[in-house]
């Protein structure tokens, strides 16, 4: 069993900052890709940035330059560092991991439970 454990939401400010953490644990094998999606009130869930093994980004254009992912690999642990944050950035945020839990078998996707994330004055 693989679970995916987010912390670090909360409310904060315009302006402000806010950094996510999200930790895998079980039977891990290899981990590969990790990610943050949000889904905000009446929207699609969406990608907001991935992160790779190697280290290899991916962010959306919303988030470019204000928010960076980065991943502890020992610790299959994947933060996300949310810098100047705007009201349109509040949203349920979601990790997302791509874990292969013992060898020989398939890949498989992982949610967590969600975090929110509420900016306002």
């Known amino acids: 069993q693989v679970q995916l454990v987010e912390s670090g939401g909360g409310l904060e400010q315009p302006g402000g900052s806010l950094r996510l953490t999200c930790a895998a644990s079980?039977?891990?094998?290899?981990?590969?890709?990790m990610g943050w999606y949000r889904q905000a009130p009446g929207k699609q869930r969406e990608l907001v940035a991935r992160i790779t093994s190697g280290g290899s980004t991916y962010y959306a254009d919303s988030v470019k330059g204000r928010f960076t992912i980065s991943r502890d690999n020992a610790k299959n642990t994947v933060y996300l560092q949310m810098n100047s944050l705007r009201t349109e950035d509040t949203a349920v945020y979601y990790c997302n991991a791509a874990i292969v839990p013992a060898p020989f078998e398939y890949e498989s996707i992982y949610w967590g439970q969600g975090t929110q994330v509420t900016v306002s004055s």
């Open positions: 079980g039977t891990i094998f290899s981990n590969n890709v």
